[in-house]
């Protein structure tokens, strides 16, 4: 599997950002895809996840202000999007796109820096 990782930027506290990850090759073995992010000093951290059926789970922080969603409707590319609104500064880390397959084996994209200026 291999996840491409797209969006990030510069914003400031309040906005928004839409980050997505495509992921393809052994797509049909995906159990879930989420995000972690990984701030300067700290451990990386779930930031949020959806399961293969359909159901989401989130980081206390970013509840109410982030969604995460799938579109698994093509046969060869699964893509997962990661809204982020009413951004503040502390979302500012690299953010990490991650897929758990039903084996049991995780692949990670490339990260993506998201800055959040006050």
């Known amino acids: 599997v291999q996840l491409q990782a797209f969006g990030g930027g510069l914003v400031p506290a309040g906005g928004s950002l839409r980050l997505s990850c495509a992921a393809s090759?052994?797509?049909?073995?995906?159990?879930?895809m989420g995000w972690y992010r990984q701030a300067p000093g700290k451990q990386r951290e779930l930031v949020a996840v959806?399961?293969?059926?359909?159901?989401?789970?989130?980081?206390d922080s970013v509840k109410d202000r982030f969604t995460i969603s799938r579109d698994n409707a093509k046969n060869t590319v699964y893509t997962v999007y990661l809204q982020m609104n009413n951004l503040e500064p502390e979302d500012t880390a690299v953010y990490y796109c991650?897929?758990?397959?039903?084996?049991?084996?995780?692949?990670w994209g490339q990260g993506t820096q998201v800055t959040v200026s006050s």
């Open positions: 090759g052994s797509i049909f073995s995906i159990n879930l």
């Open positions: 991650y897929t758990l397959l039903a084996r049991g084996v995780v692949y």
């Open positions: 959806v399961y293969s059926g359909g159901g989401t789970n989130y980081a």
